[in-house]
């Protein structure tokens, strides 16, 4: 038995008269048909009429013709048709002269008798020409002006026609499951092609031979006429402008301290000599120290995270840097030492970021130490080396521990970390989070910023740890503390976060699965032993621009980002409020330690004032629209507090 299936009933259009459909052929029920459907376009129906065109039996279409002794005098204004027009729609109107694709087409591009024909302007599924029947031209010639008036598109097929099809316009683009001519793409880049090109720079800014010939052997000159720098490509600098006036609209509380303290000069007579990422954030922090007085000369702390284009803009502001993105070891330590070592000129201040450029002035010229007034570090890992230095007797000068400071450890460190490291992990490897088991080595600010963002996004997440006090915070915010080797073979994203070395070991990397992911977001390179993988056995294929896939004999593949180096500086951007903090904290240090009168800090290790802490972060509320409350006097001596801080003692953890 099969079953019948029912549609709900359409409501009955008004003064429609009762078809008799029990002879399809008979000329009076068609007659019926188009009257009730004249009566429908009159009542505003024309959407229903189309459905009752295109649902009309194809039996009936022998029929539609009228009888020879019927055929009237004159005819009335053709219809519309359906037509698909060269890159219209399917059912607008077609003509080539129309204005979109797919217009009304003349009587004369139509195919006679309403075949497929929209005219020149493309093919699509066409519906012919209505033709007249005696006794309802009054009724069409009614129809007609309601149509004209109120714009109805009325449609209805009265003559034989083939049967309706979908055609494609000539200029669609065909698509091919067949390789072209030119055989499969390569997975694999060249090196040349694919680590030294900015993630940010512009096509039409890259000169062909960039990759071809190296910086250093490039003759460049500024509109100035200076070649006191060496970047990858002068040409950027326009572009790279661009990309620092975009940074300072976020930074606007270090461009707030630029303008205080313009007027005074607190820097004036610093000659700082800088070795950190050279970002359009950062050249933000570079031009404020210039504009406070500083002379400045500039290297990168990391092979992989200079913007080419903004090294080009500070070389064309007369900024002495030295810096491209995609160098050499070679390369890295040449740059640090073409800003320190320049006839003429001597550094009385360092910035640093990871302890290279103080560990090459101690190496190479430790004479300038005579001039210099003070170091600021940014880093865990150049924190560690100047505490060595400071242990060892070794410090010959006061150094500031920016890393340490509460507006590094709790903002760029965790708020940073938290948004950068997904979007490394993205824009290199593609990779859904959801379900991902994935190994974080270290649970300070920097692994609990990623490891918030990865538990968002529906991650299974391992810590590793050697502080118990960190360890047990990790089991507190729902996360298994366990060994990397108990969870080395199951995992498939490795993430180091420790400033230490060979957290990783090539013995973890054999162990590991096919296609585990492998980064770094400490600041060295050291925590990944990637010098153990560059042995014969294993073959490297550059797959994108800073994604290795290390292959092993037995065609199982460790994929490594940025070949060990800090993930989201190497690979992706990181968010400019946050690095405005940071920088404003490295601006006002500089200033403390350059300003500071003699005997207040010794050849010691230094965190950064409280005070400064708070006016740092009071720099960067108002754009936040945040308002602080205010003690009173009585319980600012309750307290006892000064009313306009420090709030909290230099012991206290936030």
């Known amino acids: 038995m099969t079953e019948r299936r029912f549609s709900p009933p359409l409501p009955p259009a008004p003064e429609l008269p009762v078809l008799d459909v029990a002879s399809p052929h008979s000329t009076l029920t068609l007659r019926a048909c188009l009257r009730a459907a004249e009566a429908v376009a009159r009542a505003g129906r024309s959407s229903a009429l189309l459905l009752l065109v295109l649902l009309w039996p194809p039996s009936l279409s022998g029929c539609l013709a009228p009888p020879a002794d019927e055929t009237p005098a004159t005819a009335p204004q053709p219809r519309t048709q359906l037509g698909a027009g060269r890159s219209g729609r399917v059912g607008e109107r077609g003509s080539e002269g129309a204005a979109r694709a797919g217009g009304r087409a003349p009587v004369s591009e139509r195919g006679g008798g309403g075949g497929a024909a929209a005219g020149p302007a493309g093919r699509g599924m066409s519906m012919p ?13 009614q129809a007609k002006e309601i149509e004209d008036a109120e714009k109805y598109s009325f449609m209805a097929t009265v003559t034989k026609a083939p049967k309706k099809q979908i055609q494609f316009a000539d200029d669609m683009q065909e698509f091919t499951k067949f390789p072209t001519k030119t055989g499969r793409r390569s ?82 007579g610093a000659k700082i000599v800088g070795c950190t990422h050279i970002t359009a954030q950062t050249a933000v922090l570079i031009e404020t120290l210039c504009a406070l007085g500083a002379q400045c000369r500039w290297s990168a702390c990391n092979i992989y995270s200079t913007q ?19 160098e050499s070891e070679d390369d890295f330590w040449w740059c640090i030492d073409r800003c320190v070592n320049m006839d003429g000129w001597q550094a009385n201040m360092i910035l640093d970021d990871g302890g290279d450029l103080t560990h090459w002035v101690y190496k190479k010229y430790p004479n300038v130490f005579k001039k210099i007034r003070g170091i600021v570090e940014e880093s865990v890992t150049g924190v560690h080396r100047l505490y060595q230095l400071s242990k060892a007797g070794k410090l010959c000068v006061p150094a500031m521990n920016v890393n340490d400071s509460v507006t590094k450890q709790k903002f760029d460190n965790l708020y940073c970390c938290r948004e950068s490291i997904l979007d490394g992990l993205k824009r290199t490897t593609d990779v859904m989070f959801g379900g991902k088991q994935v190994v974080v080595c270290g649970y300070g600010e920097v692994g609990k910023g990623c490891c918030a963002a990865l538990k968002a996004l529906g991650a299974i997440v391992y810590i590793t740890e050697i502080d118990p006090i960190c360890a047990l915070q990790a089991c507190m915010d729902g996360f298994r503390v366990v060994k990397l080797n108990e969870v080395i073979r199951q995992v498939d994203v490795v993430i180091t976060c420790t400033g230490n070395k060979n957290v990783v070991t090539r013995e973890h990397l054999d162990r590991m699965k096919n296609s585990c992911i492998v980064c770094n977001m400490g600041h060295s390179n050291t925590e990944i032993d990637v010098t153990s ?7 490297w294929e550059r797959v994108r621009s800073q994604v290795d896939h290390v292959i092993w004999p037995d065609g199982k593949r460790v994929v490594l980002l940025a070949e060990g180096r800090l993930l989201n500086l190497s690979c992706s951007t990181v968010p400019t409020f946050v690095l405005s903090i940071t920088a404003t904290t490295q601006a006002l240090a500089l200033i403390e330690l350059y300003n500071a009168p003699e005997g207040r800090y010794k050849q010691d290790v230094y965190l950064l004032p409280k005070k400064m802490d708070e006016y740092v972060a009071s720099l960067h509320l108002p754009s936040f629209d ?29």
């Open 308 to 326: 080419n284009e903004v090294a080009a803009a500070l070389a064309e502001a007369g900024v002495a840097v030295f810096a491209w993105k995609g």
């Open 129 to 141: 020409d209505a033709m007249p029947l005696p006794g309802v031209g009054e009724e069409l010639k």
């Open 533 to 539: 993988l560059r042995t014969p056995e294993l073959t």
């Open 187 to 268: 997975l694999s880049r060249s090196i040349s092609q694919s680590s030294t090109d900015s993630y940010s720079s512009a096509a039409s800014y890259t000169d062909s031979s960039d990759d071809e010939v190296s910086p250093r052997e490039k003759q460049q000159t500024n509109s100035k006429g200076s070649s006191n720098f060496c970047v990858k490509n002068i040409k950027q600098a326009e572009f790279g402008r661009r990309e620092i006036e975009i940074a300072e609209q976020d930074m606007s509380a270090l461009i707030s301290l630029r303008k205080r303290a313009q007027g005074e000069k607190p820097l004036a």
């Open 626 to 654: 945040a308002h602080l409350t205010e003690l009173t006097d009585d319980q600012a001596k309750y307290l006892g507090l000064n009313k306009n801080g420090p709030f909290k003692p230099n012991y206290y953890r936030y």
